[in-house]
């Protein structure tokens, strides 16, 4: 009876779907709500589901396991399976994904490699802030180097300027917009110095570079499965373990309050030894599961939102076919706009032309699973950034700046250098973030916009331009 009660409320779940959730349909499903152009918003960005992620939370809400479970085992595998790498580890959001991941390296499991508070990392100066500020929140010191305001990606050039012997440990960069940064010469940068690489990957899920998959190169990398984000899990991240365990068994301990065991939740003794431990100043016996090797954290997210994402993990490539495609056709279709703005390039293209992009002499191609499409405002053109951006906000186009701008820039940085002048260093003139900051902004290219959506932005900005 039981089964049979479950399986008429899965079936009225999905019906309800089908009937009320039209707009976070895919764009090239016909069931699609209707586009009116100048009434129906355009976001940047926002869920694409339908009855089987429905489906999929109902079901799990249905068997109240509710904190992580199998469904989370179930994605975590998935996820690493998609990715390539040893272990995926889930976590509430990808904020947290980069604390767990920059924390990670402060463990004293780690020896003669531990970072310490005072130790530098060099992080890009535009992005988003939750990429630098665990660097902050450990007591490590950011070192900002410039990006490229074409790629929107860190400049690789500045590496060594901005290295410290004895003091650089690590490197965290994100894959700007869903572009992946020069993997090729930022890993060989971390490998002559023996530094951590950090792949932020929250922009960048299904992103290739030189056909690997972006979030397969550093040592940890992280995502992000807020609404936005390549699939989403509502909220949501993890940290994926690349080549180690050893990390994954640390992130894990950050993760679940800094414990030193290991065993997931219901579930005791693992390491058959539960009570014969000692570690510390502890007596021997005292219980595995409360004893802690890290000052830890809380950020596990609920079973329910894994269930979310294994049904979304199953849509993923059709997921980033579509961004691909939504992109190329908001290029094409601003390709007579060059006079009033540059465009972004992938890390390695020269060019573009309708024929597809054009590459430089290094011999290396990315594939980008764009999170937006820039428009860098020229100087020369007559009007300003702001200006277009308004006029997107009144056609109810969704339009973001590259999140935090020049994080140099920001009212909370210039607060630090008042209190702490030493809490961080520029290493160079930051004069692309300033570019970025100033002239670009994006548009959506996520799996919900439709053919009409792309046409009236892109109507839209042609107008605006001719106007001028």
């Keep these: ?55 999929a939370a109902v079901a799990a809400t249905l068997d109240f396991w509710l904190t992580l479970g199998k469904e989370g085992e179930t994605f975590e595998a998935g996820l690493a399976q998609f990715l390539g790498v040893k272990k995926s580890v889930l976590c509430n959001s990808g904020s947290s994904a980069n604390l767990l991941a920059v924390s990670a390296l402060s463990s004293p499991k780690l020896g003669k490699r531990r970072l310490n508070p005072g130790d530098e990392v060099i992080t890009a100066a535009a992005g988003f802030p939750t990429t630098a500020a665990p660097i902050v929140q450990n007591g490590f010191v950011p070192v900002f180097i410039d990006n490229d305001p074409v790629t929107l990606n860190a400049r690789p050039d500045q590496l060594e300027a901005a290295y410290v012997e004895g003091k650089t440990k690590a490197v965290i960069f994100a894959h700007t917009l869903g572009n992946p940064f020069d993997l090729s010469a930022v890993t060989a940068f971390c490998k002559k110095h023996d530094l951590w690489l950090i792949e932020d990957n929250c922009d960048a899920l299904g992103c290739t570079y030189d056909g690997r998959l972006t979030g397969s190169f550093g040592d940890l990398s992280t995502q992000s499965f ?66 802690y090797s890290h000052f830890g954290y809380n950020l596990k997210p609920l079973d329910v939102q894994a269930a979310i994402g294994n049904a979304q993990l199953k849509k993923l490539p059709d997921f980033v076919r579509a961004r691909v495609d939504n992109w190329e056709y908001l290029r ?117 916009l439709t053919r009409p959506m792309l046409d009236y932005i892109i109507d839209t900005i042609r107008r605006f331009v001719k106007k001028h």
């Design 1 to 55: 009876m039981a089964d049979d009660l479950k399986s008429e409320i899965l079936k009225l779940a999905r019906e309800f779907t089908r009937r009320h959730h039209t707009a976070n349909l895919p764009g090239d499903r016909p069931e699609q709500r209707r586009f009116v152009p100048g009434e129906t918003p355009v976001p940047y960005a926002g869920r694409v589901f339908d009855e089987e992620e429905v489906a």
């Design 226 to 291: 807020y609404p936005p984000h390549h699939l989403t899990l509502g909220e949501g991240g993890a940290v994926n373990c690349v080549d180690s365990l050893k990390l994954k068994s640390i992130v894990e301990s950050f993760r679940d309050w800094g414990r030193d065991c290991w065993c997931a939740s219901g579930v005791d003794n693992t390491c058959g030894k539960r009570f014969e431990w000692q570690l510390g100043e502890l007596p021997r016996g005292y219980d595995h599961k409360y004893i």
């Design 332 to 448: 094409r279709g601003l390709q007579d706009c060059e006079e009033f703005f540059y465009f972004m390039l992938p890390t390695h293209a020269t060019g573009w032309t309708p024929g597809g992009f054009q590459w430089d002499a290094s011999g290396h191609k990315t594939l980008c699973s764009w999170f937006g499409f820039m428009l860098g405002v020229r100087t020369s053109a007559p009007f300003s950034k702001v200006e277009l951006a308004r006029h997107l906000d009144q056609k109810k186009i969704g339009n973001r700046m590259l999140f935090g701008g020049n994080l140099v820039r920001q009212p909370l940085m210039v607060q630090l250098k008042k209190d702490r002048p030493e809490a961080f260093r520029v290493s160079g003139q930051l004069e692309g973030a300033d570019r970025i900051m100033n002239e670009t902004l994006f548009v959506g290219v996520y799996p919900g």
